[in-house]
């Protein structure tokens, strides 16, 4: 995915609004899921697992929107998430000061509960070559666990599980409140993005608006988890194609650096 494409799974929500015909504001009133065809994460669950909120975001034309991404913890003050959720006004991709006022909410699977945190994001790194970013926290988070970042190659066939705070339809998309999850199996590997499918609970569990950045983490027999590959672009949903996704054992030592 090519970090300057405005098309790209969080910018059709927000900074393409005439491309969908709906508002790109994140206040939405009535009750929204993420991931077409997901589940309810239980409180408690996936604690790692990132909304990010962005507030007024610069276009061209001097007029602004709001948008989102998801992410996940990898360190205690730093997110990753998709590379193309922070960019400056041609679309391109920026790192620096984040540009634009951005909150990460983490720790609940509801956004009215009180549980998780509300922390500033103060900082963005992309990677060099990937639609990739970290995010720095204003404050670190001590006491939810990161998602450990793979270091073995991905393959075909292994089953994946994924949260987000996306919309569950490309049609009258709505925000999420509640963070939702479904699995997926990697169709095949093609250098730096792993193609994944929808598999649990439906062959068209898809990632969807404002699931630029979701993890997908592999879930191993003894209980831990690792992060596998990172939401980027896809299909409109709920679809059974192929979603884009980034590969995370390839920046694996990038990350370690950065959130050193």
Known sequence: MNGSSVLARVLRAGG???????????????????????????????????????????????????????????????????GHCFHNTSGARVSGAAPYATTATLGRADLSAATGHVVDVVEVRQASRQDVALVKLATPVTDIAPLPVSTTAPRTGTILRMTGWGATSSVDATPATHLQTGQFKINRVAGSTVLVVGYAPAANTSACLWDSGAPYFVQNADGTEALVSVESDGPACPHSQEETTERADRLADWIHQTAA
Do not use: H
Request: with cysteine; aromatic share 6%; hydrophobic share 45%.
């Open 16 to 82: 393409a609004t005439a491309l969908l015909g709906l508002s790109a504001v994140l206040t939405v009133p009535g009750a929204a899921r993420a991931v077409a065809n997901g589940t309810d994460v239980a409180e408690g669950q996936y604690r790692f697992a990132t909304k990010l909120t962005m507030t007024d975001i610069p276009r061209a034309d001097g007029t602004t929107y709001d948008s989102a991404c998801s992410g996940a913890l990898v360190a205690p003050q730093w997110v990753i998430t998709a």
